[in-house]
């Protein structure tokens, strides 16, 4: 068959574009930036687009032609383009499907959409689902609870990095937000299985495997899987985790954000026996794949590196918020020293200084919105390396300061390296 699948590029969509070419289906994944893609799984092929913006059917009837099976597994959990992505888009998606002939759609839902949570997140799965079940195609709803894999992303980074913490493991309230995950591997031959089979048709399945389990027991499983030995649990309340939560939400990629923390509450548990049952097959147990696959070097480094990013942000946006404060109210005399060591006329003195001050202010907040630190990486080495080559040249002295104005450019260097490295989570 030939299947599309949309959100190709995510964490659940690679694995199930993987899991059906392995089984012989030609597919065709979409993704925002054709080139984060492109050659990453073998006889894939990948069509360019932004789901976010393909709200017409014109949009899409041109790419259904041959298309047996759309999975949707697009989605986001916070955004201004959720409407969008979850309700707008799907609506023209499944008009041009049917007038296409599209013989099946399977929509990723998640456990915890439902009418009782009043997050905008569950609100609009909910509306998209309500769209397909009133569409005239052969549709299946899936809702998973907690899906993982030999990686991670999203709620399972969290996971992870929480349970990497040195020493203490802070968890909200309690602890007791019960969830029943499953694995990447088993959700994508679940998919795989009702894109092959027609026993699915009209109806919603709840993937979850073979055992409902606690936040903290999920954190003390993967802490040992880790091998970072004991840690004691610190209950945070749930006032202060609803204030970072909205902290998360005006960062806008905080570690965490107010509907992630609305749909853990909610609850994540499902019927293992009813899946299993429906399925045909039984999901494997977190401690069976975790058993199957130890941990490696670097699933401890990420672990580990999860909380730095955030903190790696806010420390140099707040180093180019100093450097702006500072080079406007206690810049003048460094300026004129650096301008009458340099040759330059004096005029310049005041321009160079206010100019690089509010240069450094962008930088700030550059740093706090790139999500994938790409291009602020380059802009802070640019500026940086400018900075020292210039004081440099013009105040050679500096270098054998004995409190490093300029050596300490070095490690800040190696830290925008760093940050670059490991601050895009997509």
């Known amino acids: 068959m030939r299947i599309l699948v949309l959100g190709g590029g995510g964490f659940i969509g690679r694995h199930l574009v993987a899991e059906l070419i392995g089984n012989g289906h030609q597919v065709v994944a ?24 393909a709200i017409q059917p014109d949009d899409w009837a041109p790419l259904l032609a041959g298309i047996d099976v759309i999975v949707n597994a697009a989605g986001i959990l916070r955004g201004r383009d959720m409407q969008r992505l979850h309700v707008d888009m799907p609506r023209a998606l499944y008009t041009a499907a049917e007038a296409a002939g599209v013989k099946r759609v399977i929509l990723i839902s998640a456990i915890s959409a439902r009418p009782d949570v009043e997050t905008d997140y569950a609100k609009t799965k909910l509306a998209g689902e309500e769209l397909l079940r009133r569409s005239g195609l052969n549709w299946t709803i899936l809702r998973p609870s ?3 894999g030999d990686g991670s992303y999203g709620g399972t980074s969290l996971l992870r990095g929480m349970a990497g913490l040195p020493w203490l493991m802070p968890v909200p309230g309690a602890g007791d ?7 990447l591997s088993d959700l994508a031959h679940t998919v795989r299985r009702i894109c092959e089979e027609d026993d699915f048709a009209g109806r919603v399945l709840e993937p979850v495997g073979p055992e409902t389990l606690t936040l903290r027991r999920l954190l003390m499983r993967y802490r040992a899987w880790l091998g970072l030995g004991p840690a004691y649990f610190v209950k945070v309340p749930m006032p202060l985790m609803r204030l970072l939560g909205r902290i998360g939400d005006w960062l806008g990629d905080g570690p965490i954000a107010t509907n992630s923390l609305a749909q853990m509450i909610a609850g994540n548990a499902g019927d293992s026996v009813a899946f299993a049952q429906a399925i045909g097959f039984e999901p494997r147990s977190l401690d069976a794949v975790l058993t199957a696959r130890p941990a490696q070097v670097q699933d401890r480094w990420h672990a580990r590196l999860f909380f730095l990013v955030p903190a790696i942000t806010a420390v140099l946006a707040l180093l180019w918020v100093a450097s702006a404060i500072l080079g406007l109210t206690t810049g003048a005399a460094k300026t004129t020293e650096l301008v009458s060591a340099l040759g330059w006329p004096m005029a310049l003195a005041e321009p160079l200084r206010i100019g690089s001050s509010l240069l450094d202010l962008c930088l700030a907040i550059f740093v706090l919105i790139d999500r994938s630190a790409r291009r602020s990486t ?32 070095l490690p800040i260097l190696i830290l925008i390296l760093v940050h670059g490295a490991i601050g895009d989570k997509r």
């Open 177 to 183: 937000f019960a969830f029943t995950p499953i694995h």
């Open 146 to 148: 907690l899906v993982y």
């Open 378 to 409: 380059l802009a802070q080495l640019i500026v940086v390396l400018g900075y020292s080559l210039l004081i440099g040249f013009a105040l050679p002295a500096l270098w054998l300061d004995p409190l490093g104005p300029l050596l300490k450019n």
């Open 30 to 53: 979409t993704a925002r930036h054709e080139r984060r893609l492109r050659g990453a799984i073998a006889g894939m092929s990948v069509l360019e687009l932004d789901l976010a913006k």
